[in-house]
């Protein structure tokens, strides 16, 4: 798991993996053993960062809905780049079973939008001020709702706390745009992928042949 603080790309078979970690059983010690023959295939790829005088902030979100077999709860994703350089990225189970595809993909990018809050923030330090950073997801339904100030019945079951959403929105510090399923990078910290798809996405992030 500590690798995943430098390859985004190992972190969904990690932490499928760690979920077994009390009771695992010989497919589990297969799999990790598939990894770590993964990992010294790829021991000089790595994170590469370019030197920019953009700092335009960027988020990409993505959310597996009741993708957990065993307790069906959410995987939600998140990549956060400053420029083209990729500098935050998380996946995690959401805390709650969502009661629908609706509420998953609405939780998801206000867990986003928080990170690059923190971000935002840091950058303020430097005198650098970002306004109407775009969050990337890839579901038309959840901006509508993030744009609609009417509550109603797809909405009405969904905490109060993550209709901060809708709050920054409106101030316009963040602005939801649509992203083609095929161009969402945070696929790969959510759902199992075929090997190009999955050596497209890794390439997108940024990660690179490292010298010796």
């Given at each position: 798991m500590y690798l995943t603080t430098s390859k985004p790309d190992i972190m969904f078979n990690i932490y499928?993996?760690?979920?077994?970690?009390?009771?695992?059983?010989?497919?589990?010690?297969?799999?990790?053993?598939h990894i770590l023959r993964y990992l010294k295939r790829i021991a000089n790829l790595g994170?590469?960062?370019?030197k920019s005088q953009n700092f335009s902030l960027l988020g990409?979100?993505?959310?597996?809905?009741?993708?957990?077999?065993?307790?069906?709860?959410?995987?939600?994703g998140r990549c956060h780049f400053l420029d083209r350089c990729?500098?935050?990225?998380?996946?995690?189970?959401?805390?709650?079973?969502?009661?629908?595809?609706?509420?998953?993909?609405?939780?998801?990018?206000?867990?986003?939008?928080t990170q690059l809050l923190?971000?935002?923030?840091?950058?303020?330090?430097?005198d650098i001020y970002e306004s109407s950073i775009p969050v990337l997801c890839d579901n038309t339904t959840i901006i509508s709702i993030s744009k609609n100030p009417i509550l109603h019945s797809r909405t009405k079951h969904i905490e109060i706390k993550h209709h901060f959403i809708?709050?920054?929105?409106?101030?316009?510090?963040?602005?939801?745009?649509?992203?083609?399923?095929?161009?969402?990078?945070a696929n790969i910290?959510?759902?199992?992928?075929q090997e190009d798809r999955?050596?497209?996405?890794?390439?997108?992030?940024?990660?690179?042949?490292?010298g010796e």
């Open positions: 499928v993996c760690a979920r077994f970690q009390v009771r695992p059983k010989d497919v589990h010690l297969q799999v990790v053993k994170i590469n960062f370019y990409y979100c993505d959310v597996d809905y009741a993708g957990d077999n065993w307790e069906r709860k959410n995987t939600s990729l500098v935050s990225w998380t996946r995690k189970r959401q805390s709650t079973i969502s009661l629908s595809t609706c509420e998953a993909e609405y939780v998801a990018p206000g867990q986003c939008l923190w971000i935002k923030n840091q950058l303020k330090d430097y809708r709050d920054h929105l409106q101030k316009g510090t963040f602005d939801l745009v649509y992203v083609k399923i095929e161009e969402q990078l910290f959510t759902k199992p992928l999955y050596i497209w996405l890794r390439d997108r992030l940024g990660m690179e042949l490292i």
